[in-house]
């Protein structure tokens, strides 16, 4: 099918993380994503602003994708392996402070050099004593451009040589010219008119401060965005309490191995994942799935790493490690997901590559405008309006307000057991006018029991249960398993079949001792030609039950109908009336018969049932409904959901469902219930809005303060923006955005 071709393509190309540190703009990040996506093998590469790294799928050593982005201007390194950032956070909060004390340094001088001009307490510049004044304070305007705004330079530099352009190099002209031009007179004050002896040491010098206060508070902003990957990080404890050689011994979690038996005691976590093998406990997972009840364990049950034991201690076996682990998936896809870029915000890059070069040339028109145009003194009018151009068109703003929404949004779903895997899938939630549920193991608890037995003439519930039991012993279905499991807690021996095959969305038929047995739906005896007479009133009467029937039949005849149900989970009827609150129809999706559908359907509230699909019809039903203008969401949890899951616009996997399923869904709920649908489509409409919030506020802001930085409102009010405004504006842009983007770590869907 093609659903298990996209889940094995997904497992030959590796995810690698990088972290790309030195990128400064949006510009940037188009830079780096079409150089990794040019190394052949790459099969796709979604770089991230906010968090400063990229995500790549490939099968190329690590050292390929490292040299790409060196070739591009930009350094990069692997991200630590099981999702660790403490090297990279330990990184960030030395140029935090680092920030912090350019900050106070160049804010203290620039300070000083303002108070002595505007006070005038410094000799006129034409005499020899207000040269050597003023030589002092060019000195210390360098000072700072070198300790505070160096890097500005370097990244200007460097961006040259790889003939682009990016946010330092706008930073970099704006305040050097500034710079060069007011030293320009200290060294021959008589080459100007003495109107346009204006120095702007001053104004140089406090954008740099405002500059890197504004990447300061933007990047304390900027951590607190990743707090749901770092307190999945955190779930992990460090060691483990083996038990080797009959003795309990403490090792790093890296030692564990697959088959070691582990001990966890109450109040510790759960190293990795595996099968518990002796005692009783009661788990809390809600950190994985949102679930607030802690999940009673037994031995035979699954338990997962991260998760807190709360009572008893247990013995387990470990059965996956290392980033095999559910945990270290989890957070692999949560940071994948965090990288990936929905439709809106690749649109929002497009701009933003080209951004500079275009504030570029509306500089250059700007200093042209002003120097043919423009009033005396034309230099300083020209050097004020290209000055402030170049500031405050920095887009940093622009290229944060996308990125630093989805990690929130992505992180947020996280928490309450929704895992993201794709940007677009985090924009469509919103966007969807219906949902599709599978009635199994989605609606229900997949989890059936036999709860009516009703033998036909000349047998009676023992044989005829024999019988089942024999024929359903070779399937893996869940209704099979009820019938087996049903045999088995009554004694019964099931009788031996020497053949089966398995008819998909029907039944399945056997011969044991020389019979010909089937059993299935009343369709599948139909077909068959197998008269089920009175059964059929029997078999409506237990379907109106909400019961799934099945019909026995031995050499043609009936031999009676067993009735499976499967309780509807506690909670869905309360998910699907928060679905239908939010204007979302609502349809099940199932190959039961019309009946036991209809009893489902009215028990928990459904806008419309389809009964009686077959598996590979799912996809065909979704289709349809997107025919018709929907934008349609499948939830389902089995194999045979894969194609549907696919098709949809988002696909939601029940997270306790197959592999085949999660891999083709967009969306995993890693607990059991439907409130993980409504839940999505909430975090995705606040995402949305986010991202709408901050391009506007960031396209807006560019739109409106490149013309008045460029003077358009000089012929009216005889103003100009000042550059050291420019400065602190662009900064407090960013800033914006980032506490904005933020406000969703707050948000209860």
Not at 385 to 404: D, E, F, N, Q, R
Not at 615 to 635: F, I, N, T
Request: net charge negative; glycine share 10%; with cysteine.
């Amino acid at each position: 099918m093609k659903e298990i071709k996209v889940s094995r393509e997904s497992k030959d190309h590796e995810t690698v993380h990088l972290n790309v540190p030195d990128m400064t703009c949006a510009g940037c990040v188009a830079k780096v994503e079409k150089s990794l996506r040019s190394v052949p093998g790459v099969k796709s590469a979604d770089v991230n602003f906010a968090d400063l790294s990229a995500s790549v799928e490939c099968d190329v050593p690590p050292d390929l994708l490292i040299k790409a982005v060196s070739d591009a201007g930009y350094t990069a390194s692997v991200a630590s392996p099981g999702g660790d950032s403490s090297e990279k956070d330990n990184a960030e909060l030395l140029h935090y402070r680092q920030l912090l004390k350019q900050t106070v340094v160049s804010a203290v001088i620039s300070l000083l050099i303002l108070a002595v001009t505007m006070l005038g307490l410094l000799p006129a510049v034409e005499t020899a004593p207000g040269r050597i004044s003023w030589a002092v304070v060019s000195l210390l305007a360098l000072f700072v451009l070198v300790y505070a705004g160096g890097r500005f330079f370097t990244g200007a530099l460097k961006s040259f040589k790889h003939h682009s352009a990016n946010m330092d190099t706008l930073i970099a002209i704006g305040t050097g010219v500034a710079w060069v031009y007011s030293t320009f007179i200290v060294l021959f004050p008589n080459s100007l008119s003495e109107i346009a002896r204006h120095m702007y040491f001053d104004t140089a010098t406090l954008i740099i401060a405002f500059i890197n206060l504004g990447a300061a508070l933007e990047m304390r902003a900027r951590g607190k965005t990743s707090q749901a990957i770092k307190r999945l990080i955190g779930l992990q404890p460090k060691t483990a309490t083996v038990l080797r050689d009959g003795q309990e011994v403490s090792i790093p979690i890296e030692a564990l191995q697959i088959d070691d038996i582990v001990r966890v005691r109450p109040g510790e976590k759960v190293p990795v994942d595996g099968e518990l093998t002796q005692g009783s406990s009661h788990v809390d997972e809600s950190m994985l799935t949102g679930e607030p009840v802690p999940a009673q364990k037994n031995v035979g049950d699954e338990v997962t790493g991260g998760t807190i034991n709360k009572s008893g201690s247990f013995l387990f076996k470990t059965t996956r490690i290392g980033k095999d682990t559910a945990l270290s998936q989890i957070i692999d896809m949560v940071r994948k997901a965090q990288n990936t870029k929905p439709a809106i915000g690749r649109l929002a890059d497009k701009v933003s590559g080209v951004f500079v070069p275009v504030v570029l040339i509306i500089a250059v028109c700007t200093s042209l405008i002003w120097f043919n145009f423009g009033p005396e003194p034309v230099i300083t009018y020209m050097l004020v309006t290209t000055m402030s151009v170049l500031i405050i068109a920095c887009p940093c703003a622009l290229g944060l307000a996308t990125p630093i929404s989805v990690m929130v949004g992505v992180g947020k779903a996280a928490e309450y057991g929704v895992l993201i895997r794709r940007g677009d899938a985090l924009q469509q939630a919103g966007r969807l006018s219906t949902i599709v549920l599978d009635k199994t193991g989605t609606i229900t608890e997949g989890k059936p029991v036999l709860t009516a037995i009703e033998p036909g003439e000349g047998w009676d519930e023992e044989r005829l249960l024999a019988v089942a039991a024999g024929v359903e012993l070779y399937s893996e279905h869940p209704l099979a398993q009820a019938i087996v499991e049903a045999a088995k807690d009554k004694g019964i021996t099931p009788e031996a079949c020497e053949s089966f095959v398995a008819v998909s969305g029907h039944g399945v038929k056997a011969l044991a001792g020389g019979r010909n047995l089937l059993l299935g739906n009343k369709r599948f005896m139909e077909h068959n030609n197998v008269p089920i007479g009175e059964l059929e009133r029997l078999a409506d009467e237990l379907s109106r039950q909400a019961q799934t029937v099945m019909f026995v039949s031995v050499n043609g005849k009936a031999a009676g109908i067993l009735g499976v149900s499967d309780p509807v989970k506690p909670d869905s009827k309360e998910a699907i009336q928060r679905l239908r609150s939010s204007g979302i129809k609502v349809i099940m999706l199932t190959g039961d018969n019309s009946a036991t559908a209809g009893a489902v359907a009215s028990q928990v509230g459904v806008d419309e049932y389809i009964a009686e699909v077959l598996p590979q019809d799912k996809a065909d039903e979704v289709a349809r409904l997107q025919g018709r203008g929907e934008k349609v969401g499948m939830v389902g949890d089995g194999v045979n959901d894969a194609p549907a899951l696919a098709g949809a616009d988002v696909g939601f996997a029940i997270g306790t469902g197959t592999d085949v399923a999660i891999e083709s869904a967009d969306i995993t709920l890693m607990r059991g219930s439907l409130h993980g649908v409504p839940d999505a489509v909430n975090i995705s409409k606040a995402t949305v809005s986010n991202i709408k919030q901050n391009l506007f506020g960031a396209f807006g802001y560019n739109s409106l303060a490149i013309p008045i930085a460029a003077g358009i409102i000089y012929p009216f009010t005889g103003m100009l923006l000042d550059p050291i405004i420019a400065g602190a504006a662009m900064a407090l842009s960013s800033v914006t955005v980032v506490t904005n983007a933020n406000r969703l770590r707050w948000f209860k869907p």
